[in-house]
């Protein structure tokens, strides 16, 4: 043994102390992260209705939750009505651009109002319109005297006071809870719809046994009285005039026009708020015209009732609500545009298995993970929308959001109506799947900015 090395035994020992204090670090690095992870998790579940603790939210959602399970019940017997009384997908391709039309015209003005007017007031006049012609509709049905062209333009009614109305809408969420809640709030809100698009269908099969179609939509008409009382109980910090609202008049010469210009300057300088838009655009041109056609699956693809039609929109109401739960969970993540790509890209692929499928099962669960994705993609992307653009912009971005959601819907309905009928539902749809699959795998390729935002 040479001078100066250590003997076998206290090498021994001193190995031994190294592997002790090193598993004594690992040790508390595992209980530190297990500790993390518990209060991640903890602070998850407890933050995740945290937009629920402003009162004038609370009221907000609760009224619009209780109208939108209406509107739903609504959509499931007017699907079924138009089909009974035409025997036809091209109706119901018909109704559907007639509901969603006025978006094409009236959503950019509903924008400018938005940023100029008082956006409770708006939303109070306008969903009162709505009401009224959900309760007409309820009335034709009872006496026996509706027909086809009359619930064309009940649905255009009820799509000009929706295009008009939704601008105001979303930007208001910023209004009640502010920046700092906003993506739970957003979250919350994407919430309470697909819980009402989950339940609606349920209840309008219910209603469908004990009241006929006309319960139903005498039932949505008296669900707008709701979401009227919830927005005359929200009262503002300032009540004269929101903070940092506009103080300029519509009928001032030129402001219209000119606030509408300078929307269209502002969205095209920026490229990712411009893309966002564009996607939104090609998948509701291509993929929403699922919901106008199930009827038609319902009925001759599956051979079920009114009932069945039920159960198969509520599935994927179903499959949204858990991805407005999820995204309500996860709060302000990361990597936001990874996440709209993926849920446009899970969309498209399972509304191309629903299409194709004829066995209940499989298509009961391809509508609940579409549901899921859709609304994956179009919450986050109205998350990232409204923290990309400056507060006195938000009601015109909004309105091009919708535009670009909602008015591309009529031109979609009106092409897969007239497609159906050549092609049959189930390739339309599937083809429509696979453009937007497409569109969306070729953006992710090319885009680096929009995936990292």
């Known amino acids: 043994m040479r001078a100066g090395t250590p003997a076998l035994p206290v090498l021994w020992c001193r190995c031994f102390r190294s592997w002790r204090d090193r598993r004594a670090d690992v040790i508390k690095l595992f209980m530190s992260t297990r500790q993390q992870v518990e209060e991640r998790r903890d602070r998850g579940v407890s933050e995740m209705f945290r937009a629920l603790g402003h009162r004038n939210f609370r009221l907000f959602w ?30 119901l391709g018909v109704d559907g651009f007639m509901a969603t039309a006025p978006g094409l015209f009236l959503t950019l003005a509903g924008g400018v109002f938005a940023d100029l007017f008082d956006r409770r007031k708006l939303l109070i006049y306008t969903q009162a319109v709505a009401g009224l012609a959900a309760l007409t509709l309820g009335v034709l049905v009872l006496t026996h ?11 255009f009614v009820t799509g000009c006071c929706m295009s008009l109305a939704g601008p105001s809408y979303m930007a208001l969420v910023f209004d009640l809870v502010g920046r700092e809640d906003l993506a739970n709030a957003i979250a919350l809100n994407s919430t309470q719809f697909q819980l009402a698009r989950a339940l ?28 009227v009382i919830a927005m005359m109980m929200v009262k503002f910090n300032h009540p004269k005039a929101r903070e940092g609202a506009p103080t300029r008049s519509v009928k001032e010469r030129g402001v219209f026009l000119g606030d509408l210009t300078a929307g269209f300057r502002y969205v095209a300088g920026r490229p990712r708020v411009s893309m966002l838009l564009v996607i939104s655009a090609v998948t509701s041109m291509f993929g929403a015209p699922y919901i106008f056609m199930t009827p038609v699956f319902a009925r001759d693809v599956f051979h079920l009732g009114e009932t069945g039609l039920a159960v198969l929109m509520g599935m994927a109401g179903a499959g949204a609500l858990f991805g407005a739960l999820f995204l309500a969970y996860l709060g302000d993540f990361r990597r936001k545009g990874w996440f709209v790509l993926s849920g446009d890209m899970a969309f498209a692929i399972c509304l191309i298995g629903f299409s194709l499928s004829t066995n209940v099962k499989l298509s009961l669960f391809f509508l609940f993970a579409l549901g899921f994705g859709i609304v994956c993609s179009v919450a986050v992307t109205n998350t990232l929308l409204q923290k990309l653009v400056t507060d006195d912009m938000r009601g015109r971005v909004m309105s091009m959001f919708m535009l670009s959601f909602i008015g591309a819907m009529p031109i979609g309905n009106l092409i897969a109506g007239a497609a159906s009928h050549r092609f049959g539902v189930q390739r339309t749809l599937a083809s429509g799947g696979a453009i937007i699959a497409l569109f969306v795998g070729t953006l992710a390729i090319r885009s680096p900015r929009l995936r990292e935002l």
């Open 62 to 91: 609760s009224g619009a939750f209780l109208s939108n399970t209406g509107s739903w019940m609504q959509a499931v017997a007017q699907g079924w009505l138009v089909l009974s009384l035409s025997n036809s997908p091209f109706w």
């Open 200 to 227: 609606g269908p349920v209840f309008a099969g219910i209603a469908f046994k004990l009241f006929g179609l006309a319960g139903c939509f005498i039932a949505n008409g008296i669900s707008f009285v709701f979401v």
């Open 145 to 155: 005297v509706v027909q086809v062209w009359m619930i064309l333009c009940l649905s």
